[in-house]
């Protein structure tokens, strides 16, 4: 099958397009690079450098291939930018996202799965994990953004043809067990990689923000993911598109405290975690896990890096290898094809 990846250059699109690839599929990326690598982007891959606001290379992409299946990664995805300044977060992931979507539609994309979030869910106020049934309440123009762009898939569903996944998720974390790909985010916002960083003396103490929450240790609860499970998440639901549009959270069913993510880095790596307490910040949720129940049950999707260990161990390998992250790689992706 021949598939176009948007954002293939970036955290979860990269893992995404590594496991397309061990799948003997055919990949192409197109990403403009702003917060992705030229090197996630595997050798022999090629790669359209266009950014989804052009409306006609982006049409010319999809225009370019008669593909199986297109995967929406490319978005600006910080919360705290989005709430600083909105309506560059609503045009960037909405006008991008009604683009490609638009020429999916006309040249005849039958399947898209899209990568949203589960900020959609806002920040509910449970101490359980959280069902696909629960309400679309997103509490920042980030989330919103991607409630939009949920909303246009519903109608290029019943009026274009174009079926498609939607997936909800948290916190994507870890790298390719097999090394050849992580996580390096510019700002870096994560708790894995900032936790990692702070124990390798890369930047200051560790901040806990919160501890008094009523959790089994006081500090937040939250979702990891493994980028690897995550990246078969996609293929599954992809796999499962057929005659409808679907939406599924993903979610390990595992809630990891701030306090344990410290814990395991310093287990993992056998050294201290700098840390140091810091008030509760506004909005913080005390915990936050998407109950993910519906994707098992209907594709067999069962995550194989679960725990916390698996998720810090192959973190950390990537971050030793790549200390100054893909800054310190060549350019292995096939040159040229550049619109726009
Ligand atoms: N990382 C997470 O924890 C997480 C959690 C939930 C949802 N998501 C969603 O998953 C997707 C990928 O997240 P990520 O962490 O890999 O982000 P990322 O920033 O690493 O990757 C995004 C990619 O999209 C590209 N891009 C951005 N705007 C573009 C545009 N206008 N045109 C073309 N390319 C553009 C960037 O260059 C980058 O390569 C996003 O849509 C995000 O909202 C991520």
Not at 107 to 112: I, M, Q, Y
Not at 212 to 225: A, L
Request: proline share 6%; hydrophobic share 40%; with cysteine.
């Amino acid at each position: 099958m021949r598939y176009l990846v948007t954002g293939g250059a970036g955290f979860v699109g990269s893992h995404t397009v590594l496991a397309l690839l061990d799948g003997g599929h055919e990949v192409e990326v197109l990403d403009n690079l702003s917060t992705g690598h030229r090197a996630a982007v595997p050798g022999g891959t090629k790669l359209h450098v266009v950014d989804l606001l052009d409306r006609d290379a982006t049409d010319a992409v999809v225009g370019s291939r008669a593909w199986d299946g297109v995967l929406h990664f490319a978005a600006l995805s910080l919360v705290g930018d989005s709430m600083r300044d909105p309506f560059h977060y609503l045009r960037q992931n909405y006008l991008t996202a009604l683009n490609l979507i638009q020429s999916c539609v006309g040249h005849g994309v039958r399947k898209l799965v899209f990568s949203s979030t589960a900020a959609l869910f806002g920040g509910p106020d449970r101490l359980e994990p959280i069902p696909e049934t629960a309400p679309l309440l997103p509490g920042s123009p980030y989330g919103e953004s991607k409630m939009l762009i949920e909303r246009v898939l519903h109608w290029a569903d019943a009026i274009g043809g174009l079926r498609s996944a939607c997936l909800r998720y948290f916190n994507a974390a870890g790298a390719d067990p097999q090394g050849r790909a992580g996580e390096d985010h510019r700002p870096e916002t994560h708790l894995v990689p900032l936790t990692i960083d702070a124990m390798l003396g890369r930047r200051p103490p560790l901040r806990l923000f919160g501890d008094d929450y009523p959790t089994r240790d006081g500090s937040c609860i939250r979702d990891y993911i493994h980028v690897t499970d995550l990246a078969d998440a996609h293929l599954r639901a992809l796999a499962q598109i057929d005659g409808r549009s679907l939406a599924y959270n993903v979610g390990n069913g595992l809630g990891y405290s701030n306090l344990e993510v410290i814990a395991a880095v310093e287990r993992v790596s056998g050294r201290k975690v700098p840390w140091e307490p810091a008030p509760r910040r506004d909005g913080d949720p005390a915990m936050l896990v998407a109950d993910a129940t519906t994707l098992r049950r209907e594709t067999g999707w069962t995550p194989a890096y679960a725990d916390l260990e698996s998720i810090v161990r192959t973190a950390l390998a990537w971050r030793e290898a790549h200390p100054e992250g893909y800054a310190a790689c060549g350019a292995p992706a096939e040159a040229g094809f550049a619109i726009g």
